[in-house]
């Protein structure tokens, strides 16, 4: 069946480090999307992807879509403590509304 | 996000017994759905409901059952619950076709012993 796999699953960095997770998708998907939990919180939307080869910026989160629209990764430049939390990214399951989530990516940073 | 509320928050039981998680929002979006994360595992679906004459299963959806009220309130019940049942349960809501962005309530932690 279709599947989303993410990695690395856990990442710790140093304060002020660079970070990415990647995200690849089975199937190829009409859109995707990430998603932010933080520790004991509920996954919360970031941003949307549609475009092949699509990138989009929120800061210090940059977002990017593959050409084949079977991949993205999200990059945080100069990581700070608020970053702390799972990122999971999530695309369409077949033609529907329903969303396939990745397995999520746990960032901790040290202070 | 305090659109899409849950109760109980956190809740401890015992193997077979019977449980109901609670699910409602106030975003007017048709569709609801029920989640369950593992530690490792990310969410799975556990049922979905496009609106209230709808309901569908999802990925995980055996010792689940599922009523949709009206609306705004999707219950999620255990009828006997087991072990292997403890986690963090989310419900999300959508609202296609503009977008199927998903808003999340702030989950039900249960127990099984």
């Known amino acids: 069946g279709q599947q989303v796999m993410q990695i690395p699953q856990y990442q710790h960095v140093q304060e002020g480090e660079d970070f990415t997770t990647y995200c690849n998708s089975s199937?190829?998907?009409?859109?995707i999307q990430w998603y932010k939990q933080r520790p004991g919180g509920h996954p919360v939307f970031l941003i949307q992807?549609?475009?092949?080869?699509e990138v989009k910026k929120q800061k210090r989160l940059t977002f990017q879509f593959g050409e084949a629209k079977k991949n993205s990764s999200l990059h945080i430049t100069a990581t700070q403590t608020t970053d702390v939390g799972t990122y999971f990214c999530?695309?369409?399951?077949?033609?529907?509304?329903?969303?396939?989530f990745g397995s999520g990516t746990r960032l901790l940073v040290r202070p | 996000d305090a659109d899409v509320t849950q109760t109980p928050r956190n809740r401890i039981t015992k193997t077979g017994k019977r449980i109901m998680l609670e699910c409602s929002q106030t975003k007017g979006h048709d569709r609801m759905y029920w989640y369950r994360q593992d530690p490792g595992l990310g969410l799975q679906l556990i049922y979905y409901s496009f609106d209230v004459k709808d309901i569908n299963k999802g990925e995980i959806s055996d010792g689940y059952s599922v009523s949709r009220q009206a609306q705004a309130k999707f219950s999620l019940s255990l009828e006997s619950a087991i072990p292997n049942q403890t986690a963090l349960y989310f419900c999300a809501t959508s609202d296609p076709p503009y977008t199927d962005t998903q808003y999340f309530g702030p989950g039900t932690r249960l127990t099984v012993l």
């Open positions: 199937t190829t998907l009409s859109n």
């Open positions: 992807l549609v475009k092949s080869g």
């Open positions: 999530a695309g369409p399951m077949d033609s529907s509304y329903k969303l396939i």
